[in-house]
């Protein structure tokens, strides 16, 4: 029989959604599952953007420019202007979402056998994507106990190799929710100049920081025009993350001219996903500030919760809406894998007294209960040693994306205190 590559059989499975079989067998079991473990929005799209794909008024769907539609990069860098940014439409590259910016962007600067520095925990695909194209990752480390915080120069300069080609960040974080000061932003510009690195900055998620002091983009760091690279997209922003389309943002046109190679490869970007993200740009104001104000809210709430959990902790977030949390566990895949095949919930306070919350096959009581009728509750979280490149890091944490409202939040708190107590006592 003939044999897949070495390449793909050394790609790590997503920790997102490695274990979606667990939790479809569980909802076909009659399990509510409350979904923390992937970023995925429940705010509505703009209606603006919706309204623009309704209306098309189109004889045929045809190829766009590689680049993307004029019209949409020119918006793209008026946007861009609102956060101290000044990039022109010519330094746009529209790709098909952030995951084609970035695996595009590792094809453009670097050969196999080169190495990417990394911060860790760090988004999983970074390492999907650079073992794609064949790169060495060089991790440096964060930890929890300082709620994920840029690790120091020196650790960075341990990390640097003759083969070194740039430092990979993503600010805010995904899937710590940390945010890069610019004292910490500006330690970075140094080592990246003094080792002439390019410096590839993930910054989907700058619509949402929690704090007073202002955004600092890669692309504002003084004398670093040649070197930074700017991974972007409209997925989380607008809640459009079905529409695919992120961007490709650099000064530097060898790259750029780089990267166009890649793009006129895979011919074009999505046509309807530019349409509906050129409507979502201009006039939007106050549903990105009601969007905001939906996600502080939910921080708040959830990371409060989380920490009242005993043995549970959580820094709290400034940016995003993710969290990676410390569980009183030996290991947090098994949990998260358990939660699904042996775990559900009813708030039933006599049954509850009884069997600690463990409900198999019993229906929710009370005739008050309206909607779909389930058996029981159960939470799905993303395993957070997956968001390592270091093995045997993380393995008592989990990440969560606090993205459902918050009576969603406050049953998957209660469930999941629930079921450390149940899964603490098993022996």
Same mark, same amino acid.
């Given at each position: 029989?003939?044999?897949?590559?070495?390449?793909?059989?050394?790609?790590?499975?997503?920790?997102?959604?490695?274990?979606?079989?667990?939790?479809?067998?569980?909802?076909?079991?009659?399990?509510?599952?409350?979904?923390?473990?992937?970023?995925?929005?429940?705010?509505?799209?703009?209606?603006?953007?919706?309204?623009?794909?309704?209306?098309?008024?189109?004889?045929?769907?045809?190829?766009?420019?590689?680049?993307?539609?004029?019209?949409?990069?020119?918006?793209?860098?008026?946007?861009?202007?609102?956060?101290?940014?000044?990039?022109?439409?010519?330094?746009?590259?529209?790709?098909?979402?952030?995951?084609?910016?970035?695996?595009?962007?590792?094809?453009?600067?670097?050969?196999?056998?080169?190495?990417?520095?990394?911060?860790?925990?760090?988004?999983?695909?970074?390492?999907?994507?650079?073992?794609?194209?064949?790169?060495?990752?060089?991790?440096?480390?964060?930890?929890?106990?300082?709620?994920?915080?840029?690790?120091?120069?020196?650790?960075?300069?341990?990390?640097?190799?003759?083969?070194?080609?740039?430092?990979?960040?993503?600010?805010?974080?995904?899937?710590?929710?940390?945010?890069?000061?610019?004292?910490?932003?500006?330690?970075?510009?140094?080592?990246?100049?003094?080792?002439?690195?390019?410096?590839?900055?993930?910054?989907?998620?700058?619509?949402?920081?929690?704090?007073?002091?202002?955004?600092?983009?890669?692309?504002?760091?003084?004398?670093?025009?040649?070197?930074?690279?700017?991974?972007?997209?409209?997925?989380?922003?607008?809640?459009?993350?079905?529409?695919?389309?992120?961007?490709?943002?650099?000064?530097?046109?060898?790259?750029?001219?780089?990267?166009? !190679?890649?793009?006129? *490869? /895979?011919?074009?970007?999505? @046509?309807?996903?530019?349409?509906? $993200?050129?409507? %979502?740009?201009?006039?939007?104001?106050?549903?990105?500030?009601?969007?905001?104000?939906?996600?502080?809210?939910?921080?708040?709430?959830?990371?409060?919760?989380?920490?009242?959990?005993?043995?549970?902790?959580?820094?709290?977030?400034?940016?995003?809406?993710?969290?990676?949390?410390?569980?009183?566990?030996?290991?947090?895949?098994?949990?998260?894998?358990?939660?699904?095949?042996?775990?559900?919930?009813?708030?039933?306070?006599?049954?509850?007294?009884?069997?600690?919350?463990?409900?198999?096959?019993?229906?929710?009581?009370?005739?008050?209960?309206?909607?779909?009728?389930?058996?029981?509750?159960?939470?799905?979280?993303?395993?957070?040693?997956?968001?390592?490149?270091?093995?045997?890091?993380?393995?008592?944490?989990?990440?969560?994306?606090?993205?459902?409202? !918050?009576?969603?939040? *406050? /049953?998957?708190?209660?469930? @999941?205190?629930?079921?450390?107590? $149940?899964?603490? %006592?098993?022996?």
């Amino acid at each position: 029989m003939p044999q897949v590559s070495q390449r793909g059989l050394s790609l790590p499975a997503s920790p997102i959604r490695k274990l979606v079989p667990f939790a479809d067998d569980a909802k076909a079991r009659g399990v509510k599952v409350y979904h923390l473990n992937i970023g995925q929005p429940d705010l509505p799209t703009p209606e603006k953007a919706l309204d623009a794909v309704r209306s098309i008024d189109r004889t045929t769907l045809e190829y766009s420019p590689s680049q993307g539609y004029k019209g949409l990069r020119e918006k793209f860098s008026s946007y861009y202007t609102r956060f101290g940014i000044n990039v022109s439409p010519d330094e746009i590259i529209v790709t098909t979402g952030g995951s084609e910016a970035l695996l595009a962007t590792f094809l453009t600067c670097f050969d196999p056998g080169d190495e990417v520095i990394i911060t860790e925990p760090g988004y999983a695909n970074y390492i999907s994507f650079a073992k794609a194209a064949g790169l060495t990752i060089r991790a440096v480390t964060s930890s929890i106990e300082d709620g994920f915080a840029l690790p120091s120069a020196e650790d960075f300069e341990k990390a640097i190799t003759p083969k070194t080609k740039a430092i990979l960040i993503c600010n805010p974080n995904n899937p710590t929710g940390y945010l890069y000061s610019a004292e910490e932003l500006f330690r970075l510009r140094d080592i990246v100049r003094d080792h002439n690195l390019f410096l590839i900055a993930d910054e989907v998620y700058r619509e949402f920081v929690y704090t007073d002091e202002p955004y600092v983009s890669a692309l504002t760091l003084f004398g670093l025009d040649e070197n930074v690279i700017v991974v972007d997209s409209v997925s989380k922003r607008y809640s459009e993350c079905g529409i695919r389309i992120g961007m490709v943002v650099t000064r530097n046109r060898e790259v750029s001219a780089t990267i166009m !190679k890649f793009c006129q *490869a /895979r011919l074009s970007p999505p @046509l309807l996903g530019q349409i509906a $993200a050129e409507a %979502s740009i201009e006039g939007t104001e106050l549903y990105s500030k009601e969007c905001f104000d939906e996600y502080k809210a939910r921080r708040d709430f959830f990371i409060d919760g989380l920490n009242r959990i005993p043995g549970v902790h959580s820094p709290m977030p400034q940016g995003a809406f993710y969290t990676v949390a410390s569980l009183p566990v030996e290991n947090a895949e098994d949990f998260c894998k358990w939660l699904l095949t042996d775990f559900c919930w009813t708030e039933n306070k006599e049954e509850e007294k009884e069997d600690n919350g463990i409900h198999f096959g019993d229906p929710i009581p009370g005739p008050e209960k309206s909607g779909p009728q389930y058996i029981g509750e159960t939470v799905m979280m993303a395993p957070a040693a997956g968001f390592y490149a270091t093995k045997g890091l993380g393995l008592n944490q989990v990440r969560m994306a606090y993205v459902l409202k !918050k009576e969603d939040l *406050a /049953r998957a708190l209660k469930i @999941l205190e629930k079921a450390l107590e $149940a899964y603490n %006592s098993r022996r």
